[in-house]
């Protein structure tokens, strides 16, 4: 009776967990969760302490360095899975030039200028006509880095899937992002008391089959 | 003597087939839209060394400084080469377009080889109206089944003209295009690459970016190609930035 007993908690605990396991799954899914993205997009933009420059070579230099988790626009950057993303109305693989090109028309004059211009800078073209109408961001870091978490998993399944080391990626990368580390070691703790229980239920199993 | 002369062309031969290509320059040009409405213009050379897996950009607009992007880490540097700022990246360069390209494994993007070998596989290979091979890659690594979704890809002459990427539930995320195609010393290079990436409130950002005069395997400037990596002091001891 204490065996069957014990076997009935633990399927109880297991469908539990798993329940859990899904119901995040599931929220991430609806974009309920906040990707890591989406919670320190602010953060992207990197501080300048361009007011003490030092000698780099020479001398080590004091910066304050802001450690976010980017990934490069490069071929890398797109092997990535968001769970947030809802499908637009596009057809994939089809480049519609016109589209494209109108959407740059008014930033092509001023490509045009800075590059038969060489050494133009926007302190130069700033006032003129050419970057009059236009909102210019100089956020240089975002052309080349976008933040997000490595292929943009949520640290729920980092923790969950790859376990400790997953909440140490999460941990590191995010640059000790308490929320983020937290949420992964929920997906660690998750992953762990599955494997647990799943264990205990077959050794009860076992267990039971060989005492009764 | 002969038998040795003969195996001195054959090895000469298969050398001559198995060029390896290590760098690459080019005028680079990057145009943002972004789903503000914001623009984005970003001007200057771009340097990729393939041994070091160095990535380097030397900028004058907006404004002149350099980028390093290496081992997982960005550096900023301005005009006189001091530190900026940093920032850890999940960047891999090896999957970078200069490493592909200088590679040989563009027209895959990669996909089949290197560290992601094995993740995907090819499901289905069609023809499109326009008489572009399509493939679809889909995930076959388990664990990674629930988290990335497939991949499509077109392909005309044996070269990536499009790739999109999806997520698990067949939504698409991004696109890229490739075009304007140019061979320098036997390197197959695009000369536009346009990206757009679908928010999930249906705006979307778009990146087009133009390399122009691109030099392969250029010999010299190594100080650029080699860039020394600005050292990153750490804070005094007893001076806790966490406290300020």
């Known amino acids: 009776m204490k065996g069957k007993l014990s076997i009935i908690f633990a399927t109880a605990i297991s469908f539990f967990f798993v329940a859990c396991q899904k119901k995040q799954y599931a929220y991430v899914q609806q974009g309920k969760v906040e990707t890591y993205a989406s919670t320190q997009a602010p953060k992207a933009k990197l501080s300048v302490a361009e007011a003490t420059p030092v000698a780099v070579e020479a001398t080590p230099v004091a910066v304050s360095e802001e450690v976010s988790t980017a990934a490069i626009a490069n071929p890398t950057e797109t092997f990535t899975a968001s769970n947030d993303v809802t499908t637009p109305q596009v057809e994939a693989l089809k480049y519609d030039e016109k589209s494209i090109n109108a959407e740059f028309e008014k930033l092509n004059k001023l490509e045009e200028y800075v590059n038969t211009n060489e050494g133009t800078t926007l302190a130069d073209v700033q006032e003129t006509e050419l970057a009059k109408d236009l909102k210019l961001d100089t956020n240089v870091t975002s052309t080349v880095a976008a933040g997000d978490l490595p292929l943009n998993i949520p640290a729920f399944w980092w923790g969950c899937v790859l376990g400790l080391v997953g909440v140490l990626v999460v941990y590191i990368v995010t640059d000790q992002d308490k929320d983020q580390t937290k949420k992964a070691l929920y997906g660690c703790l998750v992953w762990v008391g599955v494997w647990l229980l799943w264990w205990i239920f077959v050794v009860l199993i076992g267990g039971g089959s060989f005492f009764f | ?244």
């Not at chain 2, 988290?147 to 890809?153: D, E, F, P, S, V």
């Not at chain 2, 320098?184 to 970016?209: E, H, L, R, W």
Request: no cysteine.
């Open chain 2, 1 to 244: 003597m002969k038998k040795l002369a003969f195996l001195v062309f054959l090895f000469s031969f298969q050398n001559s087939f198995g060029q390896e290509f290590f760098r690459l320059k080019a005028d680079v040009s990057i145009k943002d839209k972004l789903a503000t409405g914001a623009y984005r213009l970003t001007v200057g050379k771009v340097y990729y060394d393939k041994p070091s897996m160095g990535l380097i950009y030397k900028l004058h607009f907006p404004q002149e400084e350099t980028i390093i992007i290496k081992d997982t880490t960005l550096y900023r540097l301005n005009k006189k080469d001091s530190l900026l700022a940093s920032q850890t990246v999940t960047i891999m360069n090896e999957f970078s377009i200069f490493h592909l390209s200088l590679s040989g494994k563009l027209a895959d993007y990669g996909i089949n080889s290197g560290k992601i070998n094995g993740v995907y596989k090819i499901e289905k290979v069609e023809k499109d109206a326009d008489g572009r091979v399509i493939t679809t890659w889909k995930v076959v690594e388990k664990r990674l089944l629930k988290i990335l979704g497939k991949i499509k890809m077109a392909n005309i002459d044996k070269k990536l003209d499009a790739i999109a990427f999806y997520d698990v539930s067949d939504k698409l995320l991004s696109q890229q295009f490739f075009k304007d195609y140019v061979n320098v010393k036997g390197v197959v290079f695009p000369q536009q690459v346009t990206q757009i990436s679908y928010n999930s409130d249906g705006t979307q950002n778009i990146q087009q970016t133009t390399y122009k005069n691109i030099v392969i395997d250029e010999n010299g400037q190594d100080t650029i190609y080699n860039h020394p990596i600005p050292v990153v002091a750490l804070p005094k001891s007893g001076n806790s930035p966490k406290q300020k």
